[in-house]
């Protein structure tokens, strides 16, 4: 079995790559999607994590960042889930009378908190305190979930919320 030639990276590849890993693809499938032997290119990315230089870290410094601002991006949401309050659905109801706007009204409604997903970071940012190992351990769901519950509720309340806002 032959090995894949290396291929030589332009700045335009790296950036392809990177621009699929931004978007959550792991390296692998962004190669696919780039037009490049993936395994070939894991080669060049684990020379450039371990020091190389020119083409080999610039890629990987690209797959860093990407990777960095996917995490970003996803924690963003996550913890925009778990405060809830954003906004899922507004609706403007306009009365006119004698041709002319008499009243406006704009019903907002947000997002509850997300349960669940203040769960999920709970339990893989800190799983000592908040993985299932704890339960393991002796604690029981229910007091874990009323633990989880009451976090929410201070992190709720740490965030000024005005309803005029969108």
Do not use: N
Not at 28 to 34: F, H, P
Not at 44 to 68: H, Y
Not at 139 to 164: G, H, W, Y
Request: aromatic share 4%; net charge negative.
């Amino acid at each position: 079995m032959s090995t894949p030639k290396t291929p030589r990276l332009t700045a335009s590849d790296i950036a392809a790559v990177a621009g699929h890993v931004r978007r959550g693809l792991s390296v692998e499938r962004a190669c696919v999607l780039a037009g490049l032997p993936p395994k070939a290119v894991a080669e060049v990315l684990a020379r450039g994590r371990a020091g190389s230089g020119g083409a080999a870290r610039e890629l990987a410094e690209a797959v860093a960042r990407a990777e960095a601002e996917w995490e970003g991006e996803v924690l963003s949401l996550l913890t925009a889930a778990a405060r809830g309050g954003e906004v899922a659905a507004s609706e403007v109801k306009e009365t006119y009378k004698d041709g002319e706007l008499a009243q406006r009204v704009e019903a907002v409604k947000r997002a509850g908190a997300q349960w669940q997903a203040a769960a999920w970071l709970l339990e893989r940012c800190w799983p000592g305190q908040w993985g299932r190992e704890r339960r393991e351990a002796g604690v029981s769901a229910e007091d874990q979930a009323q633990e989880i519950l009451d976090a929410m509720k201070r992190m709720q309340d740490s965030v000024p919320f005005d309803p005029e806002m969108d």
